[in-house]
Each structure stands twice: as C-alpha cells, then as structure tokens.
C-alpha cells in the first residue's frame, strides 16, 4: 500500500491513526506523565535554588582570604587591648612597678592596699588605696609617669597633708583605679 496514492482523507485518517496511536502508546509507558512533568518543574526549582546557594558559597569562599586577613588583624589589636585592659589584675607587676615609679619621682611609697574588683559592664575596676610621702612637685611627677603607663590608671580622691615625720614635706593618700576585662561578660 503506498501512502501517497490514498485521497487527501485517506492520508489524514492514517495520519491521525498513527498520531492517536502514539500518544496512546506513550499514555499506556508513562501513565504519570503529568506528575513526572511537575515533578520535574519541581526539581528544576530545586535544583537553581542550589545553584544559587553554591554561587553565595564561592563569593563566600573567594572572600575568604580577606576574612582571614581580618581576623589576624583583630586578634592584633585584641592583643594590644589586653594589654591595656588585661584579664587578671595582675597586682605583683602593678606592686612593683608602683614602687619603682615611686622611686624614680622620690616618693616614699607608705601604703599599697588593692581593694576587691568591682564588676562594671563588660570590665571590672580594680582600686588601689596608696600613701606615699615626698614633697609637693614630685608628687605631680608621679602622677604625670602614672598617666603614661601602658595600663588606665585613673587618680581620684587625693588628699595632701602635710607630712609631719619622715622624708618629704607633703603625705598623700589616694585611689589608683585600674581595669580588668571581664571575660566573661559582665555575667555574675
């Protein structure tokens, strides 16, 4: 039978035979078409969700070596910062290098009661009760090498009297205040 030789009817009906068949055949092979067809659609949406969380992940990671570099630079600073706010009182070193201060700007240092720390914040003042005697101006030295220390040390509360025994003209008493980082943030 050769196809070119039936009417244009002919033709059409085989055409449509063929066509009705097929998708017959295909009805019967893939009975969930329509679910394969949406499960699909679904694992496409899926699937450039996780193409866009790779993308974010790789601008992550290509920005990684300056996190790094950020970091190094605040564990630095963190570094400096302890040092001007260190974790324990470390009341010894502060002993000694009081009395060396003291010392150097001729004071007799009478008196190094450290008091308990009390919690502020994030930090905890750390008071220091001192007496020294010496005279008036060397008095205003020590305090200018304490505002110089590495360390805050805030000077409050002095009291100058006059000294009536011992080396120096003038007694003074005062409060060294200086601070502790709380590490553990300030939680009691």
Known sequence: MDFKKLPFW????AI????????????????????MAKKNEADESRLEGLQTEIRKGQAIEAKLPEFEREIENLQAK????LAILPTEPETGELLKWVKNLADQSNLDLKQFNPGALRPVEFYKEFPITMEVNGDYHDLGVFFDRISKYSRIINVSGV??????????????????TTFVYDDSGGAQ
Not at 16 to 35: I, K, R
Not at 78 to 81: E, H, N, Q, V
Not at 159 to 176: D, E, W
């Open 10 to 13: 002919g033709q059409f009906g």
């Open 16 to 35: 449509a035979g063929m066509a009705f068949a097929l998708v017959a055949v295909a009805w019967w092979a893939y009975p969930n078409f329509g679910e």
């Open 78 to 81: 963190l570094s400096d910062l």
């Open 159 to 176: 009291n100058v009297g006059a000294n009536r025994s011992g080396r120096g003209s003038i007694t003074s008493m005062f409060t060294a």
